[in-house]
């Protein structure tokens, strides 16, 4: 079946320094993707959806200065967390669409831990 | 603003039996559901969807039941095994329609005892 894949899968940085992670559509076109974040023993929240060529829309109170989200090509978008706080540190999950209900899967999820 | 919740934070059940977990919904627009299972330290896995011309939905030992009336959502789940401890969550498409966007409930932790 279809595949999203994230990298990196967990990564720990030090306060104040920006993180890049990818999510990638393996076998299928995702022209939207999705980001969100989930603090622990908590739901998914939406960041900001994304399509492919386009600005990225952000839900309310999501900084745009601060999650910086490319999707440039069809199979790649990236979230970029800059100047990365300790209260930044969550699960970042992305989802991908081809723009089907049966053509739409998750990512691994990256974790993130801001020291 | 209309947020999509679940009535039980933890259902503990016998490996075995039945596992029932609800789901309330808030916004009458939504017409389109889905079940997903997140595994500590993953990603949310699909279930099972829904459509709102439907009630029930079956697929392998999973049943959705969907009660427009009570804007109301369930997940049956048959012969719990110890595989199935997670937490899930009910998701709707709300106001956005068919753009993709999904809201998510606050999810309920199935314990499977063996």
């Known amino acids: 079946g279809a595949v999203v894949s994230q990298h990196p899968s967990w990564v720990i940085c030090k306060s104040g320094t920006s993180v890049k992670i990818e999510c990638r559509s393996l076998d299928f076109q995702a022209t939207t993707m999705f980001w969100y974040r989930q603090f622990p023993k908590q739901s998914l929240m939406l960041m900001a959806t994304?399509?492919?060529?386009?600005?990225?829309?952000?839900e309310q109170g999501v900084e745009k200065d601060k999650f910086l989200i490319n999707h440039a090509s069809l199979t790649l978008s990236t979230l970029t967390v800059t100047s990365a706080h300790p209260e930044d540190s969550s699960f970042y999950i992305c989802?991908?669409?081809?723009?089907?209900?049966?053509?739409?899967?998750f990512g691994p999820g990256t974790r993130l831990t801001v020291l | 603003g209309e947020s999509v919740g679940l009535h039980l934070p933890t259902l503990s059940v016998q490996e075995g039996d039945n596992s029932i977990i609800n789901c309330a919904y808030s916004n009458s627009a939504s017409d389109y559901f889905i079940w997903y299972k997140q595994e500590s330290g993953k990603g949310p896995q699909f279930i099972i969807d829904?459509?709102?011309?439907?009630d029930k939905r079956q697929g392998q030992r999973v049943t959705v039941l969907l009660n427009k009336t009570v804007k109301h959502l369930s997940l049956q789940i048959a012969a719990t095994q110890p595989g199935d401890s997670a937490v899930y969550f009910c998701?709707?498409?709300?106001?956005?329609?068919?753009?993709?966007?999904?809201?998510f409930g606050q999810g309920t932790t199935l314990q499977v005892k063996p």
């Open positions: 989802r991908a669409s081809s723009g089907s209900p049966d053509t739409q899967y």
């Open positions: 994304s399509n492919e060529g386009s600005k990225a829309t952000y």
């Open positions: 829904i459509r709102s011309n439907m």
């Open positions: 998701a709707e498409n709300g106001p956005s329609g068919n753009t993709g966007k999904l809201i």
